[in-house]
């Protein structure tokens, strides 16, 4: 009886792994982790929050310049426009600043502010429309509101003149109203006091972000010119 041997089968062989292979040059560095998103980076948000956050500090800066610096350097008097008389010019809520003048320089046509009762508290600012000289040198004047139709009743006399007008400002009046009389001695401290608080976060916020900057730049700098090791050739003895 013939036996017939069978052999089995050859299995397949698996397929050979292939490997990629990244080729170093001598001296560099090759980096094939992805940059890490560095969470200082600032976001348009914050730059948008911080015009903002200046602009608002130049408008208050520029009121406090507005409202107390001035006219107290200049010996002037920021009053508040409070009816329509002298619109469209002046209307309500203006703030004016009145400068001190001597009666002889003023002349027709000008804004004045005059009391309406000598060694009173209440004024009206009207421009000057008249002046009348009496045989004895006296002088009086005539007022009149831009927006009325006649003018003011009685004559002013040179002493109950309070100034001429310098500049104004539309609708800053209401805020000098709110800073007079006794509130100005604890809104001004609480303001300015928030203003150099605020200066100060801002100086030492850029300080820190730079300093941030410079380290990171000069991290870089450094991993960039880190030489990469030889590897080593083969059949050469290890150490």
Do not use: C
Not at 29 to 39: H, I, K, R, S, Y
Not at 65 to 94: A, C, H, N, R, W
Not at 95 to 111: A, C, K, Q, S, W
Not at 138 to 153: H, M, P
Request: charged share 15%.
């Amino acid at each position: 009886m013939t036996s017939t041997q069978l052999q089995p089968a050859p299995e397949h062989a698996p397929a050979p792994e292939v490997s990629t292979a990244v080729a170093s040059v001598p001296g560099v560095a090759v980096n094939d982790t992805p940059a890490p998103v560095d969470p200082h980076e600032k976001s348009l948000l914050h730059y948008l929050g911080l015009a903002v956050s200046g602009a608002i500090l130049l408008l208050v800066v520029a009121l406090a310049l507005l409202l107390i610096v001035v006219p107290k350097v200049t010996g002037s008097t920021p009053l508040t426009v409070l009816t329509s008389s002298m619109e469209p010019d002046l209307p309500p809520g203006t703030l004016i600043i009145v400068r001190p003048v001597t009666p002889d320089e003023i002349r027709i046509g000008d804004v004045v502010t005059y009391q309406i009762r000598s060694g009173q508290p209440g004024v009206i600012t009207h421009r000057v429309t008249a002046i009348s000289s009496s045989s004895a040198g006296g002088r009086t004047f005539t007022f009149k509101g831009d927006n009325n139709s006649v003018a003011d009743a009685d004559q002013v006399l040179p002493v109950q003149i309070q100034g001429r007008l310098w500049y104004s400002v539309p609708w800053v009046g209401w805020v000098n109203n709110a800073v007079n009389g006794q509130n100005r001695s604890w809104i001004v401290p609480i303001i300015a006091g928030l203003l150099f608080a605020y200066m100060g976060y801002m100086f030492a916020s850029g300080a820190v972000s730079a300093l941030r900057k410079r380290r990171r730049a000069r991290a870089a700098e450094a991993a960039r010119n880190a030489p990469t090791p030889e590897p080593a050739a083969p059949g050469s003895p290890s150490r």
